[in-house]
């Protein structure tokens, strides 16, 4: 099937791994077939997964230029709905067996899954499911050549310590969107380190994991108080943020 499509979610859906690990999802969800939503459905592909399976699909887009090639690309599907709108502003008048929710960014800081869900959670069937299921979040001490927040994409860093998972969340809890954890490394080699790179893995459902891809989850570099460091050094780190409220919300500090 041909897509329309704008720029950043044509490089969405350029992301072979991204899309085949939500195909798949889909593809392996046993639960009742009712109603489906597909929140921030983009111009729409997951929603055209969902079709095959489901009763009916409500797919929800707040940004209109997106709505509108969703709108285009699922107009011979008579299952699909797509509605332009803030989630957080949306009442479902039904109950939902299954969303779906690909508004992922690393560790869910810059973009609204957490709130979200939080929001549509209410609507979810007491046996319903969401994909992702969850996510596990993991980091290492670098030293990296820039000195602010950015993606891992042509950036060079070097690692100094193994990496650590700090946290881990399943979706279908309620989950507190302000972040705050103190974390241990050990530096593995002397030198400064002034960085933290985190890794996000994606439960796609209880088989299924996928790592970070070019568009789902790049690894994120965070500047950190600059340190010297001797091999095996226990280096505590507090970081904080608020999912949802963007990498500006980041704050780290180094425990003596
Ligand atoms: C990472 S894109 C994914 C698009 C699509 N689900 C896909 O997998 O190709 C996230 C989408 O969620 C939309 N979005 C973000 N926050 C939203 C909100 N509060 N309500 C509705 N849509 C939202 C964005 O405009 C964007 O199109």
Redesign the pocket.
């Known amino acids: 099937m041909k897509f329309k499509t704008i720029k950043y979610?044509f490089d969405?859906?350029n992301d072979k791994d991204r899309l085949s690990a939500?195909f798949q999802a889909i593809k392996d969800y046993d639960g009742k077939t009712s109603l489906a939503c597909?929140?921030?459905?983009?111009?729409g592909?997951?929603s055209y997964f969902l079709s095959q399976y489901f009763d009916e699909i409500i797919s929800?887009?707040?940004?209109s230029s997106?709505y509108k090639c969703a709108r285009e690309n699922l107009a011979d599907f008579d299952n699909v709905k797509v509605v332009n709108?803030?989630?957080?502003d949306y009442e479902f008048d039904r109950e939902i067996d299954l969303i779906v929710c690909?508004?992922?960014d690393t560790a869910l800081i810059d973009?609204?899954e957490i709130p979200?869900l939080n929001h549509a959670r209410k609507f979810l069937k007491k046996d319903g499911t969401i994909i992702p299921k969850g996510i596990i979040n993991s980091c290492e001490l670098v030293n990296m050549e820039r000195d602010y927040v950015h993606w891992d994409e042509h950036a060079k860093y070097e690692v100094f310590s193994d990496a650590v998972i700090y946290s881990q969340f399943d979706l279908l809890d309620d989950i507190d969107s302000e972040f705050e954890s103190t974390i241990t490394l050990t530096s593995n080699k002397d030198g400064f380190v002034n960085g933290l790179k985190i890794t996000t893995f994606t439960l796609l459902n209880d088989d299924l994991v996928c790592g970070p891809t070019p568009m789902l989850n790049p690894p994120l570099l965070i500047p950190l108080e600059k340190q010297l460091v001797k091999s095996n050094d226990l280096i505590n780190v507090k970081l904080k943020y608020i999912m949802g409220n963007g990498i500006e919300s980041i704050q780290t500090d180094i425990l003596r």
Request: aromatic share 4%.
């Open positions: 979610h969405l859906l939500f597909d929140l921030g459905c983009g111009s592909i997951l929800l887009e707040m940004d997106a709108c803030d989630v957080l690909e508004m992922m973009e609204e979200v």
